[in-house]
């Protein structure tokens, strides 16, 4: 295993313009601006946030999880990805980062990957992309499912082998890890703290993670 | 009846395909990419989820008994025989930019029906004949080519991977919305458009029985088939 870039921030929580708990399983939808800074924090450890963009003057317009491993060359984000769109323009960009190694590979847990992956009984269990479609609708914006694409795991560890093999590995985070990006330009962000129970993926206990935002730098 | 259909180079290409069909693509030479992207014929908000089925197959490569799926759970299309064992979820597809970087200038006015297509356009145009657009281009696989990643994560385009006749064929398990972008894979290396023809033929095949190679090549395949056929009830 290659070494996590461990890079931290330094922008103190005290002076963050914004902050909020989001509860193990509840979801988020918030926009932030050109030039404020998002974190992210795992308040417990082992926590997967679920995450994805939409740019806020183009709805059409939204992070695409394939254009931005391809143009990094590497699947996993840390301090210095650039997330991309599917126009290839840059939405945000991370700027610090003590997990060290993020997934773009996973996606969201939903009702029926969860039938998919566990049994056809499991469609009763809370999901991540609930979670997503109910912020998008009580959101107001004009979303819908099709807008609802291929996200981010902040947190999560989803190596790839060699030989093209997918594991789902014990997190590499821990309580008070936290991911740090800037806005290139006006995002809504939508997480889901996710509330998958059927692998390790939270380490079978989802936790709250925190949401802290800072404005613009001059 | 059977049809089949050689795509040229760059050339792109959408159907409506019924379940139970065998859907075979071979490539006219090495080195082919076809970019590809599935929907539910009946519901195109139900698509090709390359995460819910790369997770559920505990995989980061297509072959042989994978069943790629929805994001609604459903069996989409089953991979029934593969002659090159490695097609990429990863890499996603060419956009003009890209082929510009790539390949370089290229357009209709100079090379009239030689320009230099991308799949992210040759997508916006199949799609919009079926009423969608941008908002539809998901994560999409390629077949005949092969991305790997080390450990670090890196990742690593295999140029030499596909030999002229590697075939595939894939069983539809839904009626379905088929899309093919026979362009370049985005992580091909600068010089030479490739222009590679796919030789694509569908006919019709028997439905998955209890012992098929690919509803049994994981519990989670099963699941998915059983997802489709409640479909059909």
Redesign the interface.
């Known amino acids: 295993m290659s070494t996590l870039n461990y890079v931290e921030s330094p922008l103190s929580e005290a002076d963050a313009a914004f902050s909020q708990i989001i509860p193990a399983g509840d979801g988020w939808i918030h926009k932030i601006a050109a030039g404020e800074t998002l974190r992210i924090t795992d308040l417990e450890g082992n926590q997967a946030a679920d995450t994805f963009f939409f740019d806020a003057t183009d709805l059409e317009e939204r992070y695409d999880a394939q254009v931005t491993i391809r143009e990094q060359g590497g699947i996993y984000l840390t301090t210095g990805t650039a997330l991309l769109s599917n126009r290839g323009n840059t939405m945000l960009t991370i700027t610090a980062d003590t997990c060290g190694r993020h997934d773009t590979l996973g996606g969201a847990c939903a009702a029926e990957s969860n039938m998919v992956r566990y049994a056809l009984r499991k469609r009763f269990m809370h999901n991540c992309r609930d979670s997503f479609l109910l912020q998008m609708v009580l959101s107001g914006l004009p979303l819908t499912k099709r807008d609802l694409a291929h996200n981010i795991n902040f947190f999560m560890n989803v190596p790839v082998t060699a030989d093209g093999g997918l594991m789902f590995a014990d997190g590499v985070s821990e309580a008070g890890k936290y991911v740090e990006m800037i806005a290139e330009r006006d995002v809504h962000c939508l997480i889901s703290n996710c509330p998958q129970l059927n692998n390790p993926c939270n380490a079978y206990n989802p936790t709250p993670i925190r949401v802290s935002i800072w404005e613009a730098r001059p | 009846m059977n049809y089949s259909e050689s795509l040229p180079g760059g050339g792109m290409w959408s159907m409506r395909v019924p379940r139970h069909r065998a859907i075979q693509i071979k490539a006219g030479g090495a080195g082919a990419n076809l970019s590809t992207l599935f929907f539910n014929a009946a519901n195109p908000?139900d698509r090709l989820?390359?995460?819910?089925t790369?997770?559920?197959?505990?995989?980061?490569?297509l072959t042989r008994g994978h069943v790629l799926?929805s994001?609604?759970?459903?069996a989409m299309a089953s991979i029934v025989e593969d002659s090159l064992g490695?097609h990429d979820p990863?890499?996603?597809?060419t956009?003009a930019?890209i082929v510009k970087r790539s390949f370089g200038e290229g357009s209709y006015q100079e090379l009239r029906n030689d320009f230099l297509r991308n799949a992210h356009d040759n997508f916006l145009i199949e799609l919009a004949k079926h009423g969608l657009?941008?908002?539809?281009?998901?994560?999409?696989v390629n077949f005949f080519s092969k991305v790997?990643?080390?450990?670090?994560?890196?990742?690593e385009y295999h140029p030499a991977h596909c030999h002229a006749g590697a075939c595939v064929t894939l069983r539809s398990e839904i009626d379905l919305l088929v899309v093919f972008s026979n362009s370049p894979h985005?992580?091909h290396p600068a010089g030479e458009y490739p222009r590679i023809p796919v030789e694509i033929s569908i006919s019709r095949c028997e439905a998955a029985g209890q012992d098929d190679f690919c509803r049994n090549f994981r519990p989670?395949c099963g699941?998915?088939m059983?997802?489709s056929e409640r479909l059909f009830l």
């Open positions: 908000l989820n390359v995460p819910d790369l997770k559920a197959l505990h995989t980061a490569k799926m994001d609604m759970g459903h490695w990863l890499g996603g597809r956009t930019e657009g941008l908002r539809d281009i998901v994560a999409n790997t990643a080390d450990d670090s994560g890196r990742l985005p992580m989670e699941r998915a059983q997802l």
